[in-house]
């Protein structure tokens, strides 16, 4: 939505709740199968762990110049070690998803091949890694989570 000047600006309060009421009576209607909803909505969970690890990962790789700049970035706000333990926590609770969601989609399970070189960058985490000896574990992070997606939705496809 623009706004006069030409800035874009947030939607009126109402617009987005009447859209998701507007869009849900029409799926009811067409009969769409909320089990359908559900494994999507757990493999979206999953990939957005994973995203998260990303972030903190990045926000680890970057605590110097974040401290520099005054910036307040996770890592600074959490600490070094708490923020380590989120980006371990987040791998683990996207697998953690995955597992749940390989009891109602049993090809999600294909996607577990990607928890073996995800070891890598989490071993580099919670071993003390700093600065330019993140930056693999950022990329990794990412590149798996690519896949993780991918897989995760041809399961879905194929369920």
């Excluded at 909320?34 to 757990?42: K, M, Q």
């Excluded at 580099?124 to 574990?137: C, F, T, Y």
């Amino acid at each position: 939505m623009v706004e006069r000047g030409g800035r874009v600006g947030r939607p009126a309060l109402g617009v987005l709740p009447l859209t998701s009421v507007l869009v849900a009576s029409v799926l009811v209607l067409i009969g769409f199968d909320a089990d359908a909803w559900e494994r999507a909505g757990l493999g979206w969970l999953g990939v957005a762990c994973l995203t998260g690890a990303v972030v903190a990962a990045r926000s680890l790789r970057c605590v110097f110049p974040d401290q520099v700049a005054g910036r307040r970035s996770l890592a600074l706000r959490l600490g070094d070690a708490p923020t380590r333990l989120v980006y371990a926590g987040l791998v683990a609770a996207a697998y953690a998803v995955l597992g749940g969601l390989a009891l109602t989609a049993p090809w999600a399970a294909v996607a577990l091949v990607t928890a073996l070189p995800l070891a890598i960058p989490v071993w580099r985490v919670r071993s003390g890694a700093v600065s330019g000896q993140l930056d693999p574990v950022v990329r990794d992070t990412a590149l798996i989570t690519l896949n993780y997606g991918a897989l995760v939705g041809l399961a879905l496809a194929l369920s």
